[in-house]
Nanobody, 124 residues
Framework: QVRLVESGGGLVQAGGSLRLSCVAS????????VGWFRQAPGKEREFVAA????????YYRDSVKGRFTISRDNANNAVYLQMRSLGPEDTAVYYC?????????????????WGQGTQVTVSS
């Protein structure tokens, strides 16, 4: 069973950058996608970006397009989220998740695995 561990969160000023990492213990099946989600205080968890593990196609929510880049390292079972031009609205706990239904099922509880999350705080 795949287990995910995120890292790279922290406190950054508005306009700054952070790079989040998500490392899987165990191989990620080729049919899976890996995605980043975030949850701000008092708000619902929302999709941020995802990549298909085998093909590498990428997907983003509109508000992060052009600022965030998701990438994968298949050899090291890792996925990264490079975040630039951060604003206070990006403050949240960021989670990575994986599953073969990640791109087709909006029910987050149905994904195969979630990480524990990493806090990103952007000060204005």
């Amino acid at each position: 069973q795949v287990r995910l561990v995120e890292s790279g969160g922290g406190l950054v000023q508005a306009g700054g950058s952070l790079r989040l990492s998500c490392v899987a213990s165990g191989s990620i099946p080729s049919t899976y996608a890996v995605g980043w989600f975030r949850q701000a205080p008092g708000k619902e968890r929302e999709f941020v970006a995802a990549t298909e593990w085998s093909r590498g196609e990428t997907y983003y929510r509109d508000s992060v397009k052009g600022r965030f880049t998701i990438s994968r390292d298949n050899a090291n079972n890792a996925v990264y989220l490079q975040m630039r031009s951060l604003g206070p609205e990006d403050t949240a706990v960021y989670y990575c998740a994986t599953g073969d239904n990640l791109l087709t099922n909006s029910d987050f509880t149905q994904y195969a695995a979630w990480g524990q999350g990493t806090q990103v705080t952007v000060s204005s």
